[in-house]
């Protein structure tokens, strides 16, 4: 844990010792710590640099420093769920196949290591700001702007491994006695949840409603702080961390997202669904975002997800299981038992399927895609056949058309990627509120909003649901609406349904065209083996975390 971060440092000066006119010259790349605590806009630059990760394995973006959470990344977290594989592995079919182990996490290995470097470093900053000689009135701004990125550090620790270690304001440091057991007590997520949302409330009370002006887009806001509040006290409440129903964890979890909803800042985007995503420009619906420019650009979605008859290389590749979930125009389920919807089975479906998943027929950049056989350009029968999809879809959310998939180094990579947004306050309160009393027309409303904005236009809920019927309404309110934004992992596992989910085959179509050109659809395992286990509510810790702490770091069980 800590000290992986201060033996990397140790390991440094035990490689130098011996070369005294190497100690002795000062580095001009490497700003030291004095020159940091004696000038306010480079202690400000250290703060604005909180919200960017470190690269600590491969395939992490296309960048030495990721984002604040993950994203865009070439294996994104949909790739561990049933929504979508990751078409090349990349270390994703291990997590999804059962085989996940404290020495091979796949692509979910650096949470850990990851979170407790920023909680350092943070820890570093508060410890010292005092010292700085800023205003008060700025130094109480960035006071609560640090809480708040050590609080969604504390957030990706709980979600991913349960009980944490709560550090304080403490900084390790070479020497510190690793013996000492408080370095490695794992706290109950009772304890830990309190604490982060206690650092939520005095975030949020220090930080401004926007950050409009010379502050900058995409640093913390008062209404970023509630938002993590509010999906927090969701999880806090659900089956995984709750241990079963509590209804005053359920009422405290809707005062939460009610709480953002009674800002009046925030609004469902009337825009197209898809533009949403990919719009440069922030617009009503971004709560917290990272804001992407040509002077920092991220992977090149285009290239990386598009079909590989385009130039594309397939990446993450939606699955049947997620494609069939998605209703026909009129609000019912869609069924391949209906002759009707077998034969024509994108027709008429909700308007945020063809925003999302690219499929045989869809429109796109001056031909429509082909992934029937034989002979469709984006089959495996078409070009670079290696990177054809495996479940014969692609993915079209967050993509831009505009933006080229041949060569796009300089070019493309410069969407936005929204942690945060209205949509998923309005699902947590009706989730939470109809949990806590059930469906009231207040959770309608928050629901339905979602489902009626100009660019989905779905039918409203049929009235006189009963509080399980409106939970599995919600449930797949919540795939269809934040598919592909990494809620599906957390979602599953907090509401204990991963065993059933997980364990479903991985699912593609198979689509193939007669001499008369008609298309015969067959349903097919797109990946083998898929499996979940108990265990795997959780992540291992990192083996080398445990060894590092002598073996006094627990393991998760099961591991």
């Known amino acids: 844990m800590f000290k992986s971060v201060v033996c990397g440092i140790a390991a440094c000066a035990a490689l130098t010792g011996c070369e005294k006119d190497f100690l002795e010259t000062t580095p001009t790349d490497v700003i030291n710590n004095s020159s940091i605590l004696t000038d306010s806009i480079l202690f400000d630059a250290y703060v604005t640099n909180r919200y960017l990760g470190v690269k600590l394995t491969n395939k992490e973006g296309d960048s030495n420093q990721p984002g604040f959470g993950r994203g865009f990344e070439y294996g994104m977290w949909s790739s561990l769920t049933d929504e979508s594989i990751y078409n090349n592995n990349d270390d994703t079919w291990l997590i999804q196949q059962g085989q996940l182990a404290p020495e091979n996490l796949g692509i979910a290995g650096t949470f850990w290591a ?24 700025h130094t109480n701004l960035l006071i ?14 709980i979600r991913n491994y349960g009980e944490v270690v709560l550090v304080g304001d403490h900084v390790v440091e070479l020497g510190d006695d ?30 401004p409603v926007s950050n409009s002006g010379s502050y900058g887009e995409g640093r913390a806001t008062k209404g970023a702080a509630l938002a993590l509040k509010s999906r927090l006290l969701l999880y806090a409440a659900s089956p995984l961390y709750s241990g079963g129903s509590n209804t005053q964890k359920w009422a405290e979890a809707a005062a939460a997202a009610k709480a953002v909803m009674d800002m009046g800042t925030y609004s469902l985007f009337q825009g197209g669904y898809a533009e949403l995503f990919t719009n440069q420009q922030s617009n009503q619906e971004y709560i917290f975002a990272r804001f ?10 285009e290239i990386a997800n598009g079909p590989n008859g385009y130039g594309g290389w397939g990446g993450n590749v939606p699955l049947q299981n997620l494609v069939d979930d998605y209703e026909m ?4 389920m869609f069924n391949w038992s209906d002759p009707a919807q077998a034969a024509a089975p994108y027709a008429n479906r909700d308007p945020r399927f063809y925003a999302t ?18 002979d469709g350009l984006d089959s495996p029968e078409g070009p670079d056949n290696w990177n054809s999809s495996k479940t014969g879809y692609y993915l079209r959310k967050f993509i831009r058309e505009d933006l080229p998939i041949i060569n796009p180094w300089d070019v493309a990579g410069v969407q936005n990627w929204i942690y945060f947004r209205y949509a998923e ?40 649901l009963s509080q399980s019927d409106m939970r599995d309404r919600i449930r797949h309110e919540r795939r269809i609406e934040l598919a592909f934004e990494e809620h599906r992992y957390y979602d599953v596992r907090r509401w204990m349904i991963a065993s059933q989910t997980e364990n479903e085959p991985a699912q593609g179509i198979r689509i193939t065209k007669d001499g008369s050109g008609n298309l015969l659809y067959e349903i097919m395992t797109a990946l ?11 992540l291992p810790i990192p083996r080398a975390e445990i060894l590092s702490s002598n073996n006094q770091l627990p393991q998760n069980p099961g591991y």
Not at 432 to 460: F, K, L
């Open 114 to 137: 990851r979170s407790y470097r920023s909680i350092r470093e943070i820890n570093y900053a508060l410890n010292n700001i005092q010292d700085v000689g800023m205003s008060q009135s």
């Open 144 to 157: 609560a702007e640090l809480k708040f990125i050590r609080a969604f550090r504390y957030h990706d620790l």
């Open 178 to 207: 690793y013996t000492d057991p408080a370095l490695f007590n794992r706290r109950p997520i009772e304890e830990s949840m309190a604490y982060v949302i206690a650092e939520l409330d005095a975030a949020a009370a220090g930080l």
């Open 292 to 301: 992407y420019n040509i002077t920092a650009r991220h992977l090149a979605l």
């Open 329 to 332: 125009t009129d609000g019912s």
């Open 357 to 374: 998943v690219l499929y045989d027929g869809a429109p796109y950049r001056g031909r429509t895609v082909e992934t029937f056989r034989p």
């Open 425 to 464: 306050i309005l699902l947590n309160y009706a989730e939470a509120q109809n949990e806590a009393v059930g469906p009231d027309a207040s959770v309608y409303e928050a629901i339905n909003a979602i489902r009626s904005r100009t660019s989905v236009a779905m039918p409203a809920l049929p009235a006189g």
């Open 528 to 538: 083998q083996g898929k499996s979940f286990q108990e265990k795997h509510y959780w």
